[in-house]
C-alpha cells in the first residue's frame, strides 16, 4: 500500500466534507432566510446534490480506475440509467423502512422521501460511482474481509458511519426537551450527516494507521 494512495483518498474525502460545509453556508448568500432547521427540505435537496457531484467526479476522476475494455457509448448510458434506478430504488426502500420503523405513513411524507433520499446520497451514491451497479460487489465488499482495495475500506467505513449517525439521531425525537430540530426528520438527518463527515474524516486515518496490518487480495 503506497502512501500517495492514502493521499488520494485523504484529499478526496476532504472535497467531499468541504460539499458539505459549501452546502450549509454558500445557499445562504442567494436565498433569503436560508439555514438547516429553518428551511431544512430545502439544504436537504441543495446537500444531496453538492455530495452527489463531488462523488462523481472525484470516484470518477482521482480514484484509480483498473484497465478495462472499451465500451460503447450504449453500454455507458445503459450503466448510467442503471444506476439511476438503483439510487431511486435504494430512496424507497430507505423510506419504506423509516415508515415501517414509526415515520408517518401520510403526513411529511416528502420530509421523509427526502431523509432517504440524502441516505442514499451517503450510501448508495458512493457504492455505485466505485462498484458500479454490481450487487455481487457491494454484497463482497460489506462481507467480512472483501475489500480489495483502501478506496472499498473506506467505502465501508463512510456507509456504516452513515447508518449509525441516522440511527442515533433519532434518540432525541421523543424527548420532551422541546427544540426546534427534534422534528422529524431534522435530528435524524443531522445525525446521518455527522456520521457521514465523521467516516469520511476517520477513515483516511484508520487506514494510515493500519496500512501495515492491512492486505489486499485481487479480485
Known amino acids: 500500500m503506497k502512501d500517495t ?5 485523504l484529499y478526496a474525502h476532504l472535497l467531499c466534507i468541504f460539499s458539505v460545509i459549501l452546502s450549509t453556508f454558500i445557499p445562504s448568500l442567494f436565498l433569503e432566510d436560508f439555514s438547516v432547521l429553518e428551511t431544512h427540505l430545502t439544504w436537504l435537496c441543495i446537500c444531496s ?32 440509467l442503471k444506476c439511476c434506478i438503483y439510487f431511486l430504488m435504494s430512496c424507497f426502500c430507505f423510506h ?10 401520510i403526513e411529511l411524507a416528502l420530509e421523509t422521501f427526502l431523509f432517504a433520499v ?11 460511482c466505485l462498484l458500479g451497479p454490481n450487487i455481487k460487489a457491494w454484497l463482497r465488499v460489506f462481507s467480512r474481509n472483501g475489500v480489495t482495495s483502501i478506496w472499498e475500506n473506506s467505502l465501508q467505513i463512510t ?3 452513515s447508518f449509525v449517525g441516522s440511527w442515533l439521531g433519532a434518540f432525541p425525537i421523543p424527548l420532551d ?14 445525525g446521518a450527516t455527522f456520521g457521514y463527515v465523521a467516516g469520511l474524516a476517520v477513515s483516511p486515518l484508520w487506514i494510515y494507521w493500519n496500512r ?3 492486505t489486499y487480495k485481487n479480485n
Open 159 to 161: 456507509t456504516i458511519s
Open 96 to 105: 419504506v423502512i423509516f415508515v415501517l420503523y414509526g415515520a408517518p405513513l
Open 118 to 128: 440524502i441516505l442514499s446520497t451517503f450510501t448508495t451514491v458512493p457504492c455505485l
Open 49 to 80: 446534490v453538492s455530495v452527489t457531484a463531488v462523488n462523481l467526479v472525484f470516484y470518477l476522476v482521482v480514484k484509480p480506475n483498473p484497465p478495462s475494455r472499451r465500451s460503447s457509448l450504449s453500454h455507458k448510458v445503459g450503466r448510467f
Open 5 to 9: 494512495d492514502i493521499r488520494r483518498l
Open 177 to 190: 426537551w422541546e427544540r426546534p430540530w427534534q422534528v422529524w426528520p431534522i435530528s435524524c438527518t443531522l
Open 212 to 214: 501495515k496490518q492491512l
